[in-house]
């Protein structure tokens, strides 16, 4: 391939989101300036396409099944830390979080379209892009935080394994299951299960997929 050609070739892209619909017009939308070489709607096949394909861009939601895309964007840094990931969420609620967890851009779904293309070359160029819809907001979060106006997220004191066990379990999941598909025992499913109804003062697993859903860790439902 010639160096002319390398500089035209397209950014291989992933993207990620539950909505099919909402899936197809985004891949409608930067097909024009990038290689759309898989659509996935859940945050753990996520993880594997990622690996196999180390696409340049991954454009996520934050809500996804089986695994949210910030817990996602934790393994994706260190697994495949070449790939830049792009949030485009319905809200603006995580946007800390996200660039925590390894992101190089946040968009809100009602964003201009033009934004979308815009933060892909940003991050391309190595830069960070956030939506202007909600930087003033973070900036606000961030001085109030600062006086000791916010408390930390309930959900910052549990681990990694925890907020996925959580997941699982406000999903619906029965803890064989949620054994199976972390590939751990039943036995330490249920001491996760009971770690995190201590740590959140929670006593039922209805109160668990409440405070889940409070939290903006799944939707109400898939």
């Known amino acids: 391939m010639s160096e002319a050609d390398q500089q035209k070739k397209k950014p291989r892209v992933i993207i990620v989101d539950d909505q099919a ?24 096949v996520l993880l594997a396409e990622a690996e196999r394909l180390r696409p340049d861009i991954i454009l996520m939601e934050v809500l996804l099944p ?3 895309g910030m817990d996602a964007a934790r393994y994706l840094a260190r697994r495949v830390p070449e790939s830049k990931i792009v949030f485009l969420s319905i809200d603006g609620r995580h946007v ?16 201009q379209p033009s934004e979308l293309t815009q933060a892909i070359h940003a991050v391309l160029r190595g830069q960070c ?24 997220p309930a959900l910052s004191s549990l681990t990694p394994r925890q907020r996925e066990v959580l997941q ?55």
């Open 129 to 152: 892009y956030l939506t202007p819809l909600i930087a003033e907001n973070v900036v606000k979060r961030r001085t109030n935080a600062a006086q000791g106006k916010l408390r930390s």
């Open 66 to 68: 089986s695994l949210n």
């Open 168 to 222: 699982l379990i406000a999903e619906g999941r029965g803890t064989k299951e949620v054994a199976t598909l972390l590939n751990i025992a039943v036995k330490t499913v249920e001491f996760h299960k009971f770690r995190i109804m201590d740590q959140l003062n929670l006593h039922s697993t209805v109160a668990l997929a409440k405070h889940a859903i409070l939290e903006g860790l799944v939707r109400l439902e898939y």
């Open 21 to 44: 619909v909402v899936a197809a017009g985004i891949r409608k939308l930067i097909e024009p300036e990038c290689e759309v070489i898989a659509c996935v709607e859940d945050g753990r």
């Open 96 to 111: 800390e979080e996200a660039f925590r967890a390894g992101a190089s851009a946040y968009l809100l779904k009602r964003s």
